[in-house]
Each structure stands twice: as structure tokens, then as C-alpha cells.
């Protein structure tokens, strides 16, 4: 069955540093996203992204985030200078139609900063 | 405000046992219902989804219902399984506009031998 790879499964960072996540989506999904889940609370949504470029963003996606698609099969998620409330887990998803069929997450990055 | 809120928070059932997860939302106007199931450290994987004409669909032993006039969902799992304990989440879609979904807290169910 086809999956969304994300890489790497956990990065440590410290405060101030840049972080890039990386992901895979499902090859023929047209539609990807990030989100993030911090211990213990719900998961959030943070951006959108199509035809190569954003579709939607939360609060929570201010400047010190970017997403980029740098080939055709990468989808990135970069935090410029990461604080300590960054830390959580952060999910890639991919779908095929923006209405939500065929959804698929990926197994996540857990980024800590420290 | 958009909000899906889940019930209960945790439960704790043994093995073999049914169980019933609820989920509430004032998510308006709405498109689409999902339940996942998440295990720990892992991402959320899609178990059912319900838009609004739907009121019942079932994958195996999950059974998710939908009442869109009392805005409400449940997720019946039948003889539950050890590796069933994970966090159930209820995620919520609006319909038009936005395509952010709304996610609820999840419940965390722990099936014991």
C-alpha cells in the first residue's frame, strides 16, 4: 500500500537552529500538508500546499515557517530559527482531491529542541 | 467557534469486550466526518468517513454512525483486540472555503488481556 515517508523519524536541535522535515507523498497525490502535535494535545493544522504553492495556513504557520517542493517528489517543512515550543511531532500528509479522499499520513518527525 | 469534542477522554476495556467512542461537533456547515486511529508515535490512519448522507459505515469490526442533525458521531468497536489500544480521533470538515480540518482531542482506549 502506498505511504508517506517522512525523514528523519527524530531530530534534535538547539534553540535558534534552522531544521528542515522532509517528506515523501504518495506519487500521484497532488494535494500535501504539514501538521504538528504537541506531546500530549491534539493534532493542528498547519499549511496546504498545491500546484506549488500554499493553499491554506493556520495561526500557527507565522514566518519563521516555509514549505517548499524542491523536485518532484520532496515536500519540505523548514523552520528558520526553532524554539523551545517547537518541539512536537510533525506530520506530512498527502491526498489526492482537496475534499479529503484518500488522506494518507505520514509516520511523523519528532523534533526536540533543546 | 468550530469544535469537535470527544468523549470519554480514556477508557480501559478487556479483550474481547465492545466499546462505544463519542464525538460532538459544532462544525458548520459541515462536509465530512473522519475517524482515525492513532498509535503512539505514530501518525493518524484513516479507519472511516462519513459525509453528510451517510449515517452509518463500517470497516471490519469499526462502525462509525453519524447524526448530522445532533451533530453527533460514535465509533463502535466490536470484540475488541490488545492491538486495538491506541487514541481514536474524530476529525471534522467544513464545507466550502476553508478545507482545514477540525480535530478533536481523541480518546485513548487501552484494551487489557
Known amino acids: 500500500e502506498p505511504e508517506v515517508t517522512q525523514t528523519p523519524s527524530h531530530q534534535v536541535t538547539q534553540m535558534g537552529q534552522e531544521v528542515i522535515l522532509r517528506c515523501v507523498p504518495i506519487s500521484n497525490h497532488l494535494y500535501f500538508y504539514w501538521y504538528r502535535q504537541i506531546l500530549g494535545q491534539k493534532v493542528e493544522f498547519l499549511v496546504s500546499f498545491y500546484n506549488n504553492e500554499i493553499s491554506e495556513k493556520s495561526e500557527i504557520f507565522d514566518d519563521q515557517f516555509s514549505v517548499e517542493r524542491p523536485d518532484g517528489s520532496n515536500f519540505t517543512l523548514k523552520i528558520r530559527s526553532t524554539k523551545l515550543e517547537d518541539s512536537a511531532m510533525y506530520f506530512c500528509?498527502?491526498?489526492?482531491?482537496?475534499?479529503?479522499?484518500?488522506?494518507?499520513f505520514g509516520s511523523g518527525t519528532r523534533l526536540t529542541v533543546v | 467557534k468550530n469544535q469537535v469534542e470527544q468523549s470519554p477522554q480514556s477508557l480501559i476495556i478487556l479483550e474481547g469486550k465492545n466499546c462505544t467512542l463519542q464525538?460532538?461537533?459544532?462544525?458548520?456547515?459541515?462536509?465530512?466526518l473522519r475517524w482515525y486511529k492513532q498509535d503512539t508515535g505514530r501518525g493518524p490512519v484513516s479507519l472511516t468517513i462519513?459525509?453528510?448522507?451517510?449515517n452509518t459505515k463500517s470497516n471490519g469490526r469499526y462502525t462509525a454512525t453519524l447524526d448530522a442533525d445532533t451533530k453527533q458521531s460514535s465509533l463502535h468497536i466490536t470484540a475488541s483486540q490488545l492491538s486495538d489500544s491506541a487514541s481514536y480521533i474524530c476529525?471534522?470538515?467544513?464545507?466550502?472555503?476553508?478545507?482545514?480540518?477540525?480535530f478533536g482531542r481523541g480518546t485513548s482506549l487501552i484494551v487489557h488481556p
Open positions: 462519513m459525509t453528510f448522507s451517510e
Open positions: 464525538c460532538n461537533y459544532t462544525v458548520s456547515p459541515f462536509s465530512n
Open positions: 476529525v471534522v470538515r467544513l464545507s466550502g472555503g476553508s478545507y482545514i480540518p477540525t
Open positions: 500528509a498527502s491526498s489526492e482531491r482537496q475534499d479529503n479522499y484518500g488522506y494518507t
